[in-house]
Every structure is written in C-alpha cells, then in structure tokens.
C-alpha cells in the first residue's frame, strides 16, 4: 500500500491491483489538488482500512482480484452511504456502466483514464459529499436552535425530557405529559410538533378544566347546523381541525366524565360524529394531553377513567419542577432578560449577587417542601 498524507480533510482511496495505475491516479490527483490519498491492490485490504478511517471518495477498478468493484460499491454504499463511488474499469460496456449507476455510483469511467475528466468528476463528487455534510450539519444545529426555543436548561433532569422528545417527536402514537404547574407541559407538547414530522400541520391546543361536558363536546367536536337552538350554520370542532397535525389536550384530568368516553372512543376509532351528525368523519390527529394531576391515582380514585388512561399514556413524559434543577435558574433568567430588554427596549444586564442569592435560597426552601410533602 502506497500512501500521501497531506493536512487535508477530503480523503480519496484507489483500490487497483495494478499498481501503475494507482500510481498514475495519485500522482494526477495530487498534482492538481489537496486530497489525503490512500492506494490498496485488493478490496479485502480497503474496506479493513475503511474499519478506522472514513473515506470521502473511493476511486474503484471493476476487475478484482477476490471481489469484484459492483461488490464493493454494494458494501460501501450499504455500510457508508455517504461516501461517493466512481468505478473504473478497462472492460467498459453499456450495461455495466448502468449497474454501476443504478448500485449507487456517482460515475463511470473507462481505462486508460484521462486525468482531466477523472479530476473533474472527482471533484464533483467531493462537493457532493462536502454538501450532504454541511446540510447535515445545518440541519442538527436547526433542530437544537428550534429545540433550545421550547425548552431551556443543560442539567440533566432538563437534558433527559430532550433527549425523550428527541426519541419520539415524530411517532404517531399518544404521548401523556405530567408535571406540577409551570413545568412546561405545553412547550413540551410544542416541541414534540413542531420538530416532529407534522411540524407543518395544525397545532391546536384546548384546556380542559373549568367547562361542562356540552361545552367540551362542542368545541372538540363541533357541530351541524340546526343541531340546537343556536346553532345556525355548521362548526368544525378542535379535533377535526387538527386533522393531520396534532391535538394538545391540557387540564386532561379536569375533563367530565361523560366527556371521557367520548375521547376513548375517538382514540379507538379515529373518527368523530359533530353534534346533530350522523355521519362519521375520519380525522388522523396526534393526540397529546396533559395535566398536574397524578392520573393514575385519579384512575385508583375512580375520577377517571383506566382505560383511557391507558390509551393516553402509550408514552409518557414526566416533567421536572424547577427545584429540582435549579442549575438552570441562570439560563432562565439570562433567556428573560433577553426577552423583555427586546420587549420594553431596555438595557438590563444582569441580576445583582445578592438577588440570586435569594432566588437559590427559595429554590432549595421549595425543594426541602416538595420533599417532605
């Protein structure tokens, strides 16, 4: 194995068992540009070499000794699809060439290569390479950008919520979100939207608590015309306008009895009936509900109901009080900072020791209470 090491991040490999052709390539490339090139004679010895070091570009003669160039192409491109494949052979023929295509390579060539045409392409597919990487890399830094707009806080109780949205923002089954009041419930069932896969649908939200059965009924499943004294044209309800997108149901503990069943059966039918209706009308809606209630002690208590329980807590998402995570207090209040010097134009920019200080004592006080409660 003949190797050129230069202080460059685009790395080329030659796989030939002539080693005059290697040779030939190497030389050509270095000449008129700055790659990292390796040069193997068989592709036992590459794909062992690609084991500890990524190639950008593998440069890939058709007739091997032992594994053919299609067989490697299939290996690369399956167990390192970001590297490009440009196949190289002095048996060119029109059906090999669309193999080498359609398996994924970014070119064919034939031998004797014309080193023009070889840096040309060559460098074609390094840009290709170089802008699936920057696109990745943009969009990791989007989803953490759009991420940290919901949810702000490095400790780990934070951490572990984010990396729990992370894992099941774009899964279409039911997600349930408890915490104490303040904790974010809805920024979490925000994030799991708009960072999701129906990021570009409805988000509808509705609270619960404070309202009656019939209320509730007719704004989550709206209404036809003439269904009651009143209702003088026809009303689509939260759940069908959500359809697509995601439904966040908030208070859920809150919600009547009566109420309760209606849901369970939306959940297992994954259709609605308007009030006045007969006609069933199918909506795909993501259902996350919330509350600061302890369900399933609801559930024991017989306030609500076990099956829909069940049904709302596929996955659950428990949220953390600020006592205990109180390294976060600094975030938080650099983030409001910000966010009210832009608001009401003012210059504020900082909180005094002493101010902190008493902002960490209560913290601890809240969380020596939260203990013994």
Not at 120 to 141: H, P
Not at 162 to 171: F, G
Not at 277 to 301: F, Q, S, Y
């Amino acid at each position: 194995m003949e190797k050129i090491t230069k202080p460059l991040t685009m790395r080329v490999s030659i796989v030939d068992d002539e080693p005059i052709a290697c040779r030939e390539i190497q030389r050509g490339l270095s000449r008129r540009a700055d790659y990292e090139i390796e040069s193997f004679a068989d592709a036992e010895s590459f794909l062992q070499r690609m084991k500890t070091v990524r190639f950008d570009l593998l440069l890939c003669d058709l007739k091997l000794p032992g594994m053919d160039g299609l067989e490697v192409l299939s290996i690369v491109k399956r167990s390192y699809p970001d590297t490009e494949v440009i196949i190289l052979t002095g048996f060119g023929s029109i059906d090999t060439a669309v193999e080498a295509v359609q398996g994924g390579a970014f070119h064919f060539l034939a031998k004797p290569v014309k080193m023009d045409l070889l840096f040309s392409l060559s460098r074609r597919a390094l840009q290709a390479v170089q802008l699936v990487r920057e696109t990745t890399a943009l969009k990791k830094a989007l989803i953490k950008q759009s991420r940290e707009q919901f949810l702000i806080g490095h400790s780990p109780a934070i951490q572990k919520v984010l990396q729990m949205i992370d894992k099941v923002k774009s899964l279409n089954c039911s997600v349930l979100i408890q915490g104490e009041s303040g904790t974010g419930k809805e920024l979490v069932a925000r994030a799991l939207h708009f960072l999701g896969a129906r990021q570009k649908e409805p988000f509808i939200a509705f609270s619960c608590g404070g309202f009656s059965d019939d209320l509730i009924t007719n704004e989550l499943f709206g209404h036809e015309k003439g269904a009651f004294t009143g209702a003088v044209s026809t009303k689509i309800g939260l759940l069908e306008s959500a359809d697509k997108g995601t439904i966040f149901l908030d208070e859920i503990g809150m919600m009547p009895p009566n109420m309760q069943v209606k849901l369970l059966r939306f959940i297992q039918e994954r259709n609605l009936l308007r009030v006045g209706g007969t006609k069933p009308i199918m909506v795909d809606a993501r259902l996350i509900a919330a509350g600061n209630h302890d369900l399933k002690k609801e559930v024991e208590l017989r306030n609500f109901r076990e099956d829909l329980y069940y049904r709302l807590n596929v996955i659950s998402i428990m949220l953390p009080p600020l006592r205990h995570r109180k390294e976060d207090i600094p975030l938080l209040i650099q983030h409001f900072l910000t966010r009210y010097n832009k608001q009401f134009k003012k210059e504020v920019s900082g909180v005094d020791k002493k101010a902190m200080a008493v902002l960490w004592r209560l913290n601890l006080r809240c969380t020596i209470a939260g203990e013994r409660s």
